[in-house]
Nanobody, 127 residues
Framework: QVHLADSGGGSIQAGGSLKLSCDYGRIPYSGYCMGWFRKGAKNEREAVAGIGADGSTNYAKFVKGRFTISRNDAQGTLYLQMINLEPEDTAMYYC?????????????????????WGDGTPVTISS
């Protein structure tokens, strides 16, 4: 079984930075990709960023170069570094893993059809 524990959220002012973490330990599958998602005021879950088994990354258009996704498989940790945060980034952020193919590229983990989800970590950005 795979357990994802996301953390690092908080309440900060616009223009600030946060780094989210997701501890996933050892995933007992031959390959997988991982992603960050969020659910905000519209109450719809949307993809933020994905990182594939090959290390390639993909980002939603609204990221506009402000976020960086990375993973450390040796430690079993996924990260999302966020800078220049805006009030529109206020949401519950979730990490997720996909172990079914396709999972090679970062774009493969921009789908809501993921296999495992964290419980979420809240991010609140005030103006």
């Amino acid at each position: 079984q795979v357990h994802l524990a996301d953390s690092g959220g908080g309440s900060i002012q616009a223009g600030g930075s946060l780094k989210l973490s997701c501890d996933y330990g050892r995933i007992p599958y031959s390959g997988y990709c991982m992603g960050w998602f969020r659910k905000g005021a519209k109450n719809e879950r949307e993809a933020v960023a994905g990182i594939g088994a090959d290390g390639s990354t993909n980002y939603a258009k609204f990221v506009k170069g402000r976020f960086t996704i990375s993973r450390n498989d040796a430690q079993g940790t996924l990260y999302l570094q966020m800078i220049n945060l805006e009030p529109e980034d206020t949401a519950m952020y979730y990490c997720a893993a996909r172990v079914r193919p396709p999972f090679k590229g970062g774009g493969d983990c921009m789908s809501l059809n993921m296999d495992y989800w964290g419980d979420g970590t809240p991010v609140t950005i005030s103006s």
